[in-house]
């Protein structure tokens, strides 16, 4: 089928390339915003997207207009489900969000994209919680400030908001905020919304885990130790990429189990709960030190975890068994539950309802005055695991 239609991406009217010009020129049908229909600056035939079924019908030639890149969220993918690719041809523009990157002055090879344009705002706003460098694509019914708001209700830890308005327009905007100021702000609805931590460039990470504890902020001692964690990380078997899955880091005082997952598994939607506020606190340093994000929940498990997706995978480190018996309950199928006690009747109690029970004991070693070495032994870690009774 010889293409009917052609799609082009228009950013910048003075930046159409001459296929785009004749494309427009040669159309008998012109289907665009009035936003797009002023960058072109034509005085143009034109037609709403209900006419394209028909005009193609009758062999007429249809010049689609579109903001940006059409094939990225946009008209592409609609027209070819109803007609086929090889009915359309498209000249792209740069997207939107490589645009709202390069204006930044950042790299976004590793970023998450999402849109909340003509989609719901509660899945994007999911998404974009746990990424580190995160691009929203928002619009009229979820703008930039209804996104600020999902974001801080879900705990979002990302210390900078760049909202990117009207790009390639005379009125273009780029600000830079941070959350609260996303949230408090009026800005126009058809933006992209850059969210990240730091400079903005992810360093080279290695796949550690067990991370030296000297590496996280944390107060008396309440760490997961290394040694542990290595473990724990190990019998989580963390889940592959593909169906949103979720984490919970139950009493997670400094969040280091949290934050080790989500470096290794970034897909991961990690949700870090403390009843301590200090503790929560300390969670969202650790993370932004380690360049990952996560949600941190203020609350007191059981009770707090009625609004929290189910989840996958399951540490718990801090409650009693009541949160092992309610966690094994909400435990998604073939999802894992690992917990760690200091008490061995807890831990018995624990292993009866998971299946599985080890001792972890670590000696660390230390030096003599004399340059020799000795072993200084740490308390034994109980640890229980497995999918739920």
């Not at 930046?15 to 289907?31: E, F, G, M, N, Y």
């Not at 705002?121 to 929203?136: F, G, N, P, Q, T």
């Not at 273009?172 to 850059?194: F, H, I, K, M, Y």
Request: with cysteine; net charge negative; hydrophobic share 50%.
């Amino acid at each position: 089928m010889t293409a009917l239609i052609t799609v082009i991406g228009v950013l910048e009217a003075d930046a159409l390339p001459a296929a785009a010009r004749s494309a427009i020129a040669a159309a008998d049908v012109v289907v665009g915003s009035d936003r797009v229909r002023r960058l072109v600056g034509a005085d143009l035939p034109t037609a709403g997207v209900d006419d394209i079924g028909p005009a193609v019908a009758q062999g007429q030639r249809v010049c689609v207009l579109a903001s940006g890149d059409p094939g990225f969220f946009g008209i592409v993918r609609v027209l070819a489900e109803r007609f086929g690719r090889s009915a359309i041809r498209v000249i792209p523009a740069p997207s939107s969000v490589s645009v709202a990157f390069a204006r930044l002055g950042l790299p976004w090879d590793d970023a998450t994209v999402v849109s909340a344009h003509g989609r719901p705002l509660a899945d994007a706003a999911a998404v974009a919680a746990c990424a580190v460098k995160v691009a929203v694509l928002t619009g009229p019914e979820a703008p930039p400030e209804a996104l600020g708001a999902a974001l801080e209700e879900l705990g979002a830890t990302h210390e900078f908001a760049a909202v990117c308005g009207r790009l390639g327009t005379a009125d273009e905007a780029v600000c830079v905020t941070d959350l609260p100021g996303l949230r408090q702000g009026s800005w126009d609805p058809l933006a992209v919304v850059v969210l990240w931590s730091g400079t903005g460039v992810a360093e080279r990470r290695s796949l550690a885990w067990g991370r030296p504890d000297a590496r996280y902020a944390h107060r008396d001692g309440m760490i997961t130790k290394a040694e542990v964690r290595s473990v724990v990380i190990g019998l989580l078997a963390l889940p592959g990429p593909g169906g949103s899955p979720v984490l919970w880091d139950l009493g997670a005082g400094s969040g280091s189990v949290g934050v080790e997952c989500a470096s290794l598994a970034p897909w991961l939607d990690v949700v870090a709960v403390d009843r301590d506020p200090v503790a929560t606190a300390t969670v969202t340093a650790n993370a932004r030190t380690h360049g990952v994000a996560l949600r941190v929940v203020t609350g007191e498990a059981p009770r707090c975890l009625d609004d929290l997706p189910d989840p996958d995978r399951v540490f718990v480190g801090g409650g009693g068994l009541d949160v092992v018996d309610t966690v094994r309950r909400r435990l998604r199928p073939g999802g894992v539950i690992v917990a760690t006690h200091a008490a061995l009747d807890r831990a018995a109690a624990a292993a009866t309802m998971l299946g599985h029970l080890t001792e972890i004991t670590a000696s660390h070693g230390r030096r003599l005055p004399d340059g020799g070495w000795r072993l200084e032994g740490a308390n034994p870690v109980f640890v229980t695991w497995g999918p739920p009774a």
